[in-house]
């Protein structure tokens, strides 16, 4: 059984940029979480798909944007890139959406926005 | 506003000295706390689940106690490798759906 991977681990992007970020859940896990991490802080929830919809969005602005395929990976695309886009964003995924399930997390991609 | 408040923000221990972390919570529909590990560079790795007040889990040199308003991360005698950063995390039903609200983590440096 696979973990959460990530890709790609490292990215560098200027200012007003796109971005797309990848994430492969784990073996039979259905829901997606995103995260943005800054230097410092916690985890800040940007959004969750369950079964190819969205479930929920954090206080994140609209170019923050994503999709699940069938197979429930993942993307995370952001659009006219900011400096303080700058960060580690990190994917969980979960068996289900439900309160007794557990989010488990991928290595992060560390986006640098210059 | 649900909100998650760990203490302290760094921690230094001896090799062998135990020690508590603490993660307060504020938020209507608790349902659950987390407790990740987080090395350098990395993404948080699960320890722990806890579901209501009383409840205590264990796993080597780490125990997780929970009550009303509160968590505590207990380290028994510590050892480098524990060197990390301690997340606390809770599940909120908020919006209509679930979702984790992380605290800012305590980053616990062992020497031997």
């Known amino acids: 059984e696979t973990g959460v991977t990530q890709s790609p681990t490292h990215l560098i992007k200027t200012r007003g940029q796109q971005v797309t970020l990848r994430c492969s859940s784990q073996?039979?896990?259905?829901?997606v979480s995103w995260y943005q991490q800054a230097l410092g802080q916690g985890p800040q929830f940007i959004f969750q798909?369950?079964?190819?919809?969205?479930?929920g969005r954090g206080n994140f602005p609209p170019r923050f944007s994503g999709l699940q395929f069938p197979n429930y990976s993942s993307e995370l695309n952001v659009n006219a890139l900011e400096l303080d886009d700058s960060a580690l964003y990190l994917c969980a995924s979960s068996w289900d959406r439900g309160d007794q399930e557990t989010q488990y997390f991928g290595p992060g991609t560390r986006l640098l926005v210059l | 506003e649900d909100q998650v408040t760990q203490s302290p923000e760094a921690l230094r221990l001896q090799e062998g000295e135990s020690s508590s972390l603490n993660c307060s919570y504020t938020v209507s529909g608790l349902r659950g706390l987390f407790w990740y590990r987080q090395d350098p560079g990395k993404g948080p790795e699960f320890l722990f689940t806890l579901y209501s007040a009383g409840e205590e889990k264990e796993k080597e040199r780490l125990k997780a106690t929970l009550t009303k308003k509160e968590s505590f991360l207990h380290i028994t005698a510590p050892k480098p490798e524990d060197s990390a950063t301690y997340l606390c995390?809770?599940?909120?039903?908020?919006?209509?759906?679930?979702?984790?609200?992380f605290g800012a983590g305590t980053r616990l440096a062992v020497h031997p």
């Open positions: 073996s039979g896990h259905n829901t």
């Open positions: 798909y369950y079964r190819e919809e969205e479930n």
């Open positions: 995390a809770v599940r909120a039903l908020s919006g209509g759906y679930n979702k984790l609200i």
